[in-house]
């Protein structure tokens, strides 16, 4: 019982940096309708400016992360004005965003293997392999900090979407972008914000992803899909959907491991992704819109 | 249905047109013969035998991709699926190649019908994703079923045996005919128009009796068996295969480049995308290798922003810039321009007879009745996500 | 008329009606001694695995620097000059292959050196093998290359069976001594590649043929994993006493951070071929890697005498640095093909291949010789260096005992009770 409780927590830790992963994709597809498949490359980036500002500035990952998560937000809001708006509004615009932005994302890749070469790198602090007891175990201190970050992030945006007038603009406009407009609401300034924060986002899980593993500019690819497959279990009903959505996975892949070979609980995401979006496209907790 | 002029001597089917069929019968003829007429050197031979399979299997992603319009990302499933059940029979059975390569597409086919035939509800990215789903999923489980795929060390086709890369030339043309000759027909007969109108309004389109389920999965399967017979081609000129390579992400993507780049939607866009993609890989790159990923994705931007055909649209484009107005009929053999857009929409769905359209207006990207602009508006119009 | 069509159609492609064979015909070299000898070679210079590439590289031109400084390669009588014409196959098998195809058919190279991975080479091997010119690889360590009936295919890797075996030689010793429990119980975590595949086969046959080793944990991994506490947390339970992991570095960093965080320790422990080189210690700290045991083809400890010594000079007055095992292993493939050109009196590709079939030169390689055994299928085979870390920083070799310069420590004084 004692190991169940252990895989437990572990799995909930984990779920806490598979969140942070989606969030930003979730939001962005949530009010743009715009599935961002750059979202991997961002988060490599992010890790990589991460350990840019470690190595050469000697500043902690998570100092850094107001740092990196300004400068992703003007990023965002750079290729939502840049490349995204011009893309056809609404569900006409589905695919084509897929692929448009697919193609950032090979971009941003081949900017890396330019810049950093394609070796893997890793940020290592001096609490990197610290631990922390809990119940009577032990887990990475990083693991626990990253867990505690998606938390606070969590609230934050939930605070944001409810009680701010942006974050309410927000809301309306995913409802109901045209009566939004009518209401007075700047309907492109907050697609651009919107692109924005969730880019930020992927700032985030960026940084948080280079203080737990090593990356090259092949990272993120696996951080996607599994940001997919949150989005579908938990829908885009909430934010805390999103969470749910982080649990299910990542309990799922942990304890896996009593049903199939370890090596194959790497593909049980992808299993559970295409069965859940062929029973229930609107994911398992959520609605389409954006509460 | 014959024109006058043809009544005594030729009839032929009603989507085929004398022109697209003569210019069909001339490339054909030239490409066989190339390899005897110009010295192309081993080298070069083999490359364009190889590019003949790529150019089939672009043609055979965009059944999917654009005439239904779900972009499918994980197409290096069914690729993988023909590869190794190609290279599975030749080893444990000895079958001769091209029953093997037959047998792997079919199994491909059958395999794209089990999981797409439930995921084929889901609309737009949805659907996208789901197929990312798929394709690493199966990668995974080929890894790991050791037994039939030889796991990560892959399966070696014996020395010798199956064609060689030189007789591989004209099997992957055969493979290319095969591929244009279903691209054609599938967009030009009856089932195209059943297609078209499954893409613009699923709802409507059962409506006046058209079952989209039925259509959507005949050109899954074939698509599948396609990229199957490719796969197993592949693995004839390789001789040695293995999952990661067969199934990978990378391979996915190659597909989606090779369709989008091309012209998505077109009849021979596709073919065209498929040069590209190996003239980029062969030269231009081979001076500055480590810029290719940037390169398409650049291409790929380019290409959804400004010109969503693709190549193809673009020499629509050039066409008309020189006042030549392309024929319904122009989209036939060869590298011509493309299906003139709004052919079929002047037409009335249901008299297929080629009849010369008056002027092709620009198609508006986005507009719903631009048929042929299938790249911009035309797949999610009027249907969000599930 | 459409019948009629299809028919014909059909009947072409059933009849197999492809021309047969080719224009070419590369056999005018026999006899003749040309006035440059041109080796092909592709490397993954650049993407995913350019630093190993670019390590191999090196490892090529230092050979082809020695043999041309010394006014070039002796074939019959006549110094003639060796260029290496070498390309950029970016870690694609695709690429890997049309770029020796091309380098065999159009640039008509005398031999070909291989590229680097395992999966590139056995794809490239089939080019060499098609085309029945020599390939000599310090690329390729997964026995199914050499396992597959091939004449003309070389490799100086030493199978990754190896690896494991001499690993557990080692820790043999340390049982037999009474250090470790008899039976001792054995954790196998492997990566689910060829490499993987081979270090789970050296350990189970190990365990098999001696019976005082139970392999109480068996279980695979896909690359790039986020979290391995469900695998760790199995090995905890089973109270292994050898922890044998095979891994990638991202993959290593991961679980070992995972491993040292949640507490555990082993009596012993090994990452493979992972744990002394720079950047472990430099995502681990030097108390992460402390008393890892790890194994390689070549350590430049091997380096204080002989030829060796020779090899690593040379090498630090080229590059400026102390070569690793990715130079070792492709400095002997090219050496030992310019041998094996230099014995067989002519660049006549059967010959070559004859010559380096029987080839029997010292070498820097562990145990002092290198040849290519026909029943191994032309894979060079010869004993790992194993090494441990020990917390003064240095990773002393601990096996075999005509090369070791340090003793290990067995079991693992960082565990506690």
Redesign the interface.
């Known amino acids: 019982m004692g190991q169940v409780l252990a895989l437990a927590i572990s799995a909930v830790l984990l779920a806490g940096f598979y969140a942070s992963m989606a969030y930003g994709l979730g939001l962005i597809y949530g009010v743009l ?1 715009v ?1 961002n498949l750059a979202h991997g490359g961002m988060i490599m980036a992010a890790a990589y400016l991460s350990w840019v500002l470690f190595t050469r500035f000697s500043i902690d990952p998570y100092l850094a992360i107001p740092v990196v998560m300004v400068v992703f937000f003007f990023v965002g809001v750079a290729m939502y004005k840049g ?1 995204v708006r ?3 509004r ?11 932005l ?10 890396a ?2 810049l950093f070469t394609g070796d893997d790198q890793a940020v290592r602090t001096s609490y990197s392999t610290a631990s922390v007891p809990i119940f009577g175990n032990s887990y990475s201190l990083n693991r626990v900090l990253v867990f505690v970050i998606s938390l606070v992030a969590v609230s934050v945006l939930q605070l944001w979407l409810s009680r701010t007038y942006t974050g309410k603009a927000v809301r309306a406009v995913t409802e109901n972008s045209d009566s939004s407009t009518l209401v007075g609401i700047d309907v492109e300034r907050l697609y651009a914000l919107t692109f924005g924060v969730g880019t930020a986002l992927a700032g985030l899980a960026g940084v948080l992803a280079s203080t737990l593993f090593a990356f090259n500019p092949s990272f993120g ?1 696996g951080e996607l ?1 599994k940001s ?2 949150i989005i ?1 279990l938990g829908g885009l009903g909430s934010v805390v959907g999103i969470g749910i959505g982080a649990l299910v996975l990542s309990f799922a892949e942990v304890f896996a491991i009593y049903a199939v ?1 370890s ?2 609980t ?2 049980v ?3 559970l ?2 069965v859940v ?2 029973v229930r ?2 994911g398992l907790f959520g609605s ?1 819109v954006l509460r | 249905m014959t024109t006058t002029a043809q009544s005594r001597r ?4 009603a989507w085929l047109s004398m022109k697209a069929l003569i210019l069909f019968v001339v490339a054909f003829g030239l490409l066989y013969v190339a ?2 007429a110009l010295a192309l ?3 070069l ?3 364009v035998g ?1 590019t003949f399979m790529f150019m089939a299997a672009g043609l055979a992603w965009n059944w999917l991709g654009g005439y239904v ?1 779900q ?1 499918s990302f994980g197409h290096a499933a069914m690729f993988g699926v023909g590869g190794f059940v190609a290279a599975r029979l030749a080893i444990s059975f000895g079958l001769p190649f ?1 029953a093997t390569w037959m047998i792997g597409g079919i199994i491909a086919g059958l395999y794209a019908l089990l ?1 797409g035939h ?2 084929l ?2 609309r ?3 659907f ?3 197929t ?3 394709g ?2 199966t990668r ?2 080929a ?2 079923w050791t037994d039939f795929t ?5 399966l ?1 086709l014996p ?1 010798g045996d199956g ?9 992957g043309l ?1 493979l290319l ?1 095969a591929a244009v000759i279903l691209s054609y027909w599938l967009r030009k007969s009856r089932i195209g128009l059943a297609l078209l109108a499954i893409k613009e309004d699923v709802e409507a389109a059962s409506d006046v009796g058209v079952n989209p389920s039925f259509y959507q999965d005949l050109v899954l399967f074939l698509s599948g068996t396609v990229v199957g017979v490719c796969g197993g081609f592949y693995a004839s000129y ?3 295969i ?1 999952p ?2 067969m199934f990978s ?1 990378e391979r996915s ?1 190659s597909f ?1 480049l090779i369709g ?1 780049i091309g012209g998505i939607g077109t009849i021979l866009g596709p073919a065209m995308g498929a040069i590209v993609f190996v003239v980029l ?2 030269f231009l790159l ?1 001076s500055y ?13 380019v290409v ?2 400004f010109e ?1 055909l693709g190549l193809s649209g673009l020499l629509m484009r050039l066409a008309r810039r020189f006042g030549r107005k392309p024929s319904p009929s122009a989209a036939s053999g060869g590298l011509s321009p493309a299906a003139s857009p709004n052919a079929s929409v002047s037409d009335p769905a249901l008299t297929p007879d080629p009849v010369d359209p008056p002027d092709p207006p620009d198609p508006p ?2 507009a719903v009745g631009a048929v042929g602009a299938v ?3 035309g ?8 | ?2 019948v009629a069509a299809l028919t014909a ?1 059909s009947a ?3 009849a ?9 015909d590369t056999s005018k070299d026999a006899g003749t001694v040309p006035d440059k000898i041109v080796i092909g070679s592709t490397l993954p ?3 995913a695995e350019s630093k190993t590439g670019g390590r191999y590289k090196q490892g090529y031109e230092l050979a082809f620097d020695e043999i041309n400084k010394a006014g070039g390669l002796e074939v019959n009588g006549k110094k003639v000059k060796v260029e290496l014409k070498l ?2 196959d ?1 870690s694609d ?3 890997a ?2 770029l020796a ?2 380098l065999i ?2 640039d008509k190279v005398n031999a070909f050196l291989g590229t680097y991975s395992t ?1 590139l080479v ?2 490239q ?2 080019v060499a ?2 085309n029945k010119i020599p390939y000599v690889n310090g690329g390729g360590a ?1 026995t ?1 290359i050499y396992t ?1 009936g ?1 004449k003309w295919i070389f490799g100086t890797l030493a199978p990754v069976e190896n690896l494991a075996t001499n690993e557990m030689e080692w820790i043999d010793e340390q049982q037999k001594a009474g250090k470790l429990p008899k039976p001792a119980k054995v954790a196998i975590v492997w990566e ?3 490499h ?2 081979d270090f789970r086969k050296g350990i189970q046959e190990f365990a098999k043929k001696t019976g005082s080793y139970q392999v109480v944990v068996d279980e695979s991994f ?1 690359l790039d994993g986020t979290d391995f506490s469900a695998v760790l947390n199995k090995v905890e339970a089973a109270k292994a006493d050898l922890f044998m992991v095979d891994a990638h570095l991202p993959d290593f960093i991961t679980m070992h951070r995972q491993y040292l965080s949640s507490g555990m320790c082993n009596k012993i422990e090994t990452y493979g071929a992972r744990g002394t080189e720079a950047d472990a210690k430099k995502a681990l700290g030097q108390k992460g890697v402390d008393y890892i045991l790890s194994a390689v083809w070549w350590n430049k400890q091997l380096g204080d005498k002989g030829l060796n010594k020779k090899f690593v000079d040379s090498f630090t007055g080229k590059y400026g640095k102390a070569p690793e095992w990715y130079q070792a292993v492709s400095y002997e493939a090219a050496r030992s093909l310019f041998t094996a050109i230099t014995n067989a009196k002519s660049v006549d590709k059967t010959k070559v291949r004859d010559a380096l079939s029987a080839i029997d030169i010292d070498s820097i390689l562990p145990g002092g010789k290198l040849s290519f055994p026909a029943d191994k299928g032309g894979q060079a085979s010869y004993p790992f260096v194993v090494q441990q870390n020990l917390p003064d920083g240095s990773s002393p070799i601990v096996y075999p005992a005509d090369v070791a310069n340090g003793r290990g420590t067995a079991p693992n004084p960082g565990c506690k009770g």
């Open positions: 309708r599935v490349l011009h893309l056809p609404g569900a006409a615009g589905g695919v084509q965003s897929l692929l448009l697919f193609g950032v994302w090979l971009v941003i890749r081949n900017i293997y330019l690819s899909l997919f497959v579908v070979p090596y194959l790497a593909a995401g992808f299993v992704l295409v979006l062929v496209p609107s389409k | 030729v009839r032929l089917p390899p005897f050197g081993d080298y031979h083999n490359i190889l319009g972009i091209w999981w439930p995921t509800r889901l737009g990215p949805y996208s994703i789901a990312i789903g798929v690493e999923a995974l489980v890894t790991y030889g796991g990560s060390s892959g070696s020395i064609p060689t890369k030189f007789a591989l030339y004209w099997y055969y005919a390789q001789a040695f293995d990661l390579d992400f993507i989606v989008v890989q062969e081979a290798p480590q810029l290719y990923l940037g390169l398409y994705g650049v291409l790929l931007i959804i922003l969503p990207v986005g790249g911009a508006g797949p999610d119009v009027k249907r969000g996500p599930a | 008329m459409q159609v072409m492609v059933v197999g009606c492809a021309p047969s064979q080719s224009s070419s210079l650049t993407g390309l950029d970016t098998q695709a690429k292959v049309n195809q091309r058919t159009s999966s056995e794809a091997s089939t093998e098609q997964a199914s597959k091939y689910n590649t060829s993987g595949k896909a």
